[in-house]
């Protein structure tokens, strides 16, 4: 699945293992919440190797507090467009957590919501095969403009409450 | 009023063009209906029955002379000629072409307007209190927090895919104007012992299939928390409210589940998770820098009593009926706020033709410092009316039809555009406010009932808000006919109640009269005049309008 990350699309170095299949000792791999909770825990936890969760949208970001030190890596799923559950974990990994891995959008991750991703913390986004990709480049920024102070993404819009008091100049990235 | 600076204008002009682009690719096939749609939402433009709906925000339901010509011309060149005045400050435009809509949203830019989540599963359009900032009882202007409210949720990036729409009001005044009690939160300004300005903060109000009075979960919150306090609240809702079945979506439904100290309790802790100094700052400046623009106008020194004005109700009584009606105390002297009722007989609540429209603009250039109000109640006010002008601006609103004297009174009736437009709707709304408003078209006798609410809704969904009338008006179906259900001693206002079902529905060729027989009930039984119709339910109770109204049907 091709994977968007810093603006680029880059090649997919992780690999989600659902609870069903086995897990290679030393490749980059996600697993669920259920198993690092679970008998693979322990294992998991020292294992020489990259570690990353998936996080349904239904499940609390609270419940990765002991694994957040661990993890390089949290996917946040959108099961459906609608479902905006997933803008609020990021927001609280980046802000409350500190968490400074990366953070993946899957499952249902559509253009539109890019900009807004971007801006509470997402990285890093998994596209369908088959999307426009040309759009998702061109959608980076959005709107050159945002009213919220607690933007997370570095070459996101400009800040205009920042703007007005003259703190960050009005410079929009480049597009 | 605010205005915006270049990041506003910018902010509204990209986003105005962005949109175009999408319109522009759906015109062109590049994107499927069910593709647009989001898109389309997220910028005002529903699908109705016949046509596309665009509905403009009105912030707060302030406008400019300036505007509201705007809006006259956009009713003129790209729909029938005239706009809807809704119950949430806003307007609708209900035939624009879709082709149009990016040259409307370009000429809505132009008076620093725009459409952007007047639709969709985000934070609309914040509304107060129409006499806001003049008003006689005001302990303080809501206005500089409302727009605070406005830029802060304007495409939020984390609250903008919520479980549904979420609606804040905001009040300065004990006496609430703004319906603060039915909104997701309604936010009441207050000053505490020290004199600090703050807000008391009710949730989980709301209408709609399950009506529910809002609860406070903090009685004062210092202003300058007022951001981070919401932030809280969207953030707990936006995690843990319910996304299985859109009717119990709403907050009022997770605060009823998990309970308002549990809900309470959420709140607290994740206001108190991090650290909110520089929002607090960031906003504190900003709403600084907000204020300077609702310094009050260059007001006259004017004495306390007009004798010209004085004579003129002496001796002119259709004026001094309007002004006993519609018009309201002023907190300068020599001042008055003077409402434009929407209402007229046998009219469609809350519509207005362009040139309606422009003949208030030039009316509040005139008098009232180039500002317009929209009140939820679907009628326009002009909040600085000097009183010894009142009454060249009722020959002149008389002149154009605009000088219904009814604010209050049973004809000033809110409806939902109903099953003439609605796609959700159940039953026609529209034609049985006309005929309730035929029926008491003597104001004589409207004036002697006095001061009774009439709310209409076409649906359960409780668009025309009819839970909170005094008498509301449900129109459903029942088996292919319309059928109306009334409830009584519903109340929107510092004292909010959700009316109760008075019995089995009435055939719309019945509601009028069931409408007549409750006002019957109240004339027949009050202690005189000074008993209010919801002073007099909330004494004799539903039952005896029960007896009344439905005792005769048995003995035939």
């Given amino acids: ?175 | 009023m605010y205005r915006y600076d270049e990041f506003d204008a910018r902010f509204v002009a990209e986003r105005t063009a962005q949109f175009k682009d999408q319109v522009e690719r759906r015109l062109r096939g590049e994107l499927t209906e069910e593709e647009f749609r989001p898109l389309r939402l997220m910028n005002g433009l529903y699908l109705q029955l016949h046509a596309y709906m665009l509905r403009v925000a009105i912030p707060y339901g302030v406008l400019s002379s300036r505007q509201l010509r705007q809006l006259a011309m956009i009713a003129d060149s790209f729909d029938k000629g005239y706009g809807h005045f809704t119950t949430r400050q806003n307007i609708q435009f209900n035939w624009p072409k879709l082709a149009d809509v990016p040259s409307i949203l370009e000429a809505l830019a132009e008076v620093e307007m725009h459409a952007i989540q007047t639709s969709g599963n985000c934070i609309r359009n914040v509304t107060t209190d129409q006499y806001a900032g003049v008003a006689a009882d005001e302990i303080e202007d809501p206005r500089p927090h409302c727009e605070l409210l406005r830029q802060w949720s304007s495409l939020h990036p984390e609250f903008s895919f919520l479980p549904r729409k979420f609606k804040i009001a905001v009040t300065g005044a004990p006496h609430d104007r703004a319906a603060v009690k039915v909104h997701d939160i309604g936010l009441r300004m207050h000053r505490n012992e020290q004199g600090e300005p703050g807000f008391e903060v009710i949730v989980g109000g709301g209408l709609g299939r399950t009506p529910m009075v809002g609860k406070t979960i903090r009685g004062f919150l210092p202003a300058d928390e007022l951001l981070p306090y919401v932030t809280a609240i969207m953030r707990v809702y936006n995690r843990f409210g319910r996304r299985d079945n859109k009717y119990k979506a709403r907050i009022k439904i997770l605060v009823h589940e998990i309970g308002v100290d549990a809900f309470s309790e959420l709140v607290e802790a994740e206001s108190a998770r991090g650290d909110h100094g520089e929002a607090i700052e960031l906003a504190a400046a900003e709403v600084a820098r907000i204020e300077a623009y609702f310094a009050p106008p260059a007001y006259e020194a004017l004495p306390g009593k007009d004798p010209a004005h004085s004579a003129q109700l002496f001796e002119n009584k259709a004026f001094a009926r309007w002004v006993r009606h519609n018009v309201a105390p002023h907190k300068v002297t020599g001042y008055s706020i003077a409402n434009i009722s929407l209402k007229p007989v046998g009219g469609i609540p809350g519509d207005a033709t362009a040139d309606e429209m422009r003949t208030v603009a030039g009316l509040a250039e005139r008098y009232s410092f180039g500002e317009i109000r929209v009140a939820h109640e679907q009628n326009l006010v002009l909040p600085d009316v000097a009183t010894r002008d009142l009454y060249a601006l009722w020959q002149a609103l008389e002149t154009a039809g605009l000088a219904t004297p009814n604010l209050n009174l049973v004809s000033d009736i809110i409806a939902c555009p109903g099953m003439d437009y609605c796609s959700l709707a159940t039953a026609r709304s529209i034609p049985v406010a006309q005929a309730i408003s035929r029926r008491f078209a003597d104001l004589a006798r409207q004036e002697d009932v006095g001061d009774l609410h009439i709310n209409i809704s076409g649906c359960i969904n409780a668009c025309g808000h009819h839970h909170v009338a005094h008498l509301g008006i449900l129109g459903l179906e029942k088996k292919g006919v319309e059928s109306y259900q009334i409830t009584l001693g519903g109340s929107a206002d510092e004292n909010a109640a959700i009316g109760q079902l008075v019995g089995p529905g009435f055939a719309a060729d019945e509601i009028v009269d069931a409408v007549e027989a409750v006002v019957r009930v109240y004339l027949d039984g009050r202690k005189g005049r000074e008993e209010r119709f919801l002073d007099f339910f909330r004494r004799v109770g539903i039952k005896h309008f029960k007896e009344a109204l439905y005792a005769p049907a048995q003995a035939r």
């Fill in chain 1, 1 to 175: 699945m091709p994977l968007l990350k810093h603006g680029e699309w880059i090649l997919d170095t992780w690999r989600f293992y659902p609870d069903d299949q086995p897990i290679p000792s030393a490749k980059p791999k996600i697993v669920t919440v259920a198993r690092l909770k679970g008998d693979d825990g322990e294992f998991l936890f020292h294992c020489d190797c990259q570690l990353g969760v998936r996080l349904e949208s239904h499940e609390k970001i609270e419940d990765l507090e002991p694994w957040l030190e661990r993890l390089q890596l949290v996917a946040l799923v959108f099961p459906k467009f609608a479902d905006g559950r997933a803008f609020s974990s990021a927001a609280m990994l980046r802000e409350q957590y500190g968490f400074a891995g990366e953070i993946r959008a899957v499952g249902n991750v559509l253009v539109d919501q890019y900009p807004f991703m971007r801006r509470v913390g997402f990285d890093a986004f998994e596209v369908e095969q088959g999307r426009a990709l040309d759009s998702w480049k061109k959608a980076r920024i959005g709107i050159g403009l945002a009213y919220q102070y607690d933007d997370r993404s570095p070459d996101g819009p400009a800040a205009v409450w920042r703007a007005r008091r003259g703190n960050r100049p009005l410079t929009l990235a480049a597009e």
